[in-house]
C-alpha cells in the first residue's frame, strides 16, 4: 500500500474529521500497542521501538490477524511512535492539512528538542512508509540519532529515559 497517496483526493473536511477521531482514539491507540506487544506498560526505550518495528513490519500486510483494519493499525503504529518521540524529545500533534505537504492527512510531531532548536515536523507515517517498503533499519535509528545528538550537545542536557 502507497501511504501517501492513499490520502490524495480526500478533501479537508473529511481530513480534519479524520484527526478529530484519531485525537479521540489516542487513549485506546496506546492500550492496543500495549495489547499488540504484549505489555502492562509502554516503557518506549529503545528495544520497545525496535519491537514495534518489528511488529508492524510482521504484520501490516494482515492486520485483520489482531482484528484491526489496515488504517486502525497504521494509526496504532502512527501514535506508539509519535507517543515514543515526545516521551524522549518532547513536542507535540501537528494535523496536516495542507495539500501541499507530503504529510498531507497524517499527524506531525512539531516543537520538538530543547529550547530554540530548529527542530523539522517528523511524519511517523513515512516510518511505516519505509518499513513497508522493505526497510530493514531498526525502528529505533532515528531515535538513536537524536539521543546521540542531544547527548554531546550543550544545547540540552539530555539523559535518556528508561
Known sequence: MDLISK?????????KEYFKAFHENLPA???????????????????????????????YRHPEKHALTYDQFLDVFIVYCCE??????????FD??????????????????PENYTWIGIAPHDWAEMIEEGDEEPLSLPWSRNIRYFSNSAEWNYKLKK
Do not use: C
Open 7 to 15: 490520502k490524495d483526493g480526500i478533501d479537508k473536511k473529511t481530513i
Open 84 to 93: 515514543a518521540w515526545i516521551h524522549h524529545f518532547g513536542g507535540e500533534y
Open 29 to 59: 491507540n496506546i492500550e492496543k500497542a500495549k495489547q499488540l506487544l504484549q505489555k502492562q506498560q509502554l516503557d518506549f526505550s529503545i528495544e520497545e521501538i525496535d519491537m514495534m518495528g518489528l511488529f508492524y513490519r510482521d504484520n
Open 96 to 113: 496536516t492539512v495542507s495539500k501541499k505537504d507530503t504529510a498531507y492527512g497524517y499527524p506531525q510531531l512539531i516543537n520538538w528538542g
